[in-house]
C-alpha cells in the first residue's frame, strides 16, 4: 500500500511557475508507477504526467508538453511536478496518485493524495 500526500499548490499570475511536491509512504513506492492528474470545478479529472519505477521513462498530456516536468526521488520517496509558464486553464486541484502501470486513465491508479489546488490568475 502506497499513501500520497501532495502540496506546493497557491495562486499565481498567469507565465508563473511551481514545483507541486508528492511525499509518499509505504514499501511498495519504489515499485509503483506515479501519475500527476488534475480536476478543474465541473470538470473531469484529466491525465497530466507520470515516471516510471526508475524515472526513466515520462509521460506527459500533449496540454502540458514543454511546460510540465516530472521527476522522482526514490531515496526521499518524493514526485515533482515542475509547472512553468501557467496558464488560467491549468486552474484545479492537482493530484498525485499510485499505480503498477504506466497509464494515463485514472481507473488503473490505485492509491490517490488529498490534492493542492493551483489557482492562475491575474
Known amino acids: 500500500q502506497v499513501q500520497m500526500v501532495e502540496s506546493g499548490g497557491g495562486s499565481v499570475q498567469p507565465g508563473g511557475s511551481l514545483r507541486l511536491s508528492c511525499a509518499a509512504s509505504g514499501r511498495t513506492f519504489s515499485s509503483a508507477v506515479i501519475g500527476w492528474f488534475r480536476q478543474a470545478p465541473g470538470k473531469e479529472r484529466e491525465f497530466v504526467a507520470a515516471v516510471t519505477r526508475s524515472g526513466g521513462s515520462t509521460a506527459y498530456a500533449d496540454s502540458v508538453k514543454g511546460r510540465f516536468t516530472i521527476s522522482r526521488d526514490n531515496i526521499k520517496n518524493m514526485v515533482y511536478l515542475q509547472v512553468n509558464s501557467l496558464k488560467p486553464e491549468d486552474t484545479a486541484v492537482y493530484y498525485c496518485?499510485?499505480?503498477?502501470?504506466?497509464?494515463?486513465?485514472?481507473?488503473?491508479?490505485?492509491?490517490w493524495g488529498q490534492g493542492t489546488q493551483v489557482t492562475v490568475s491575474s
Open positions: 496518485a499510485a499505480s503498477r502501470y504506466l497509464s494515463s486513465e485514472y481507473k488503473n491508479y490505485d492509491y
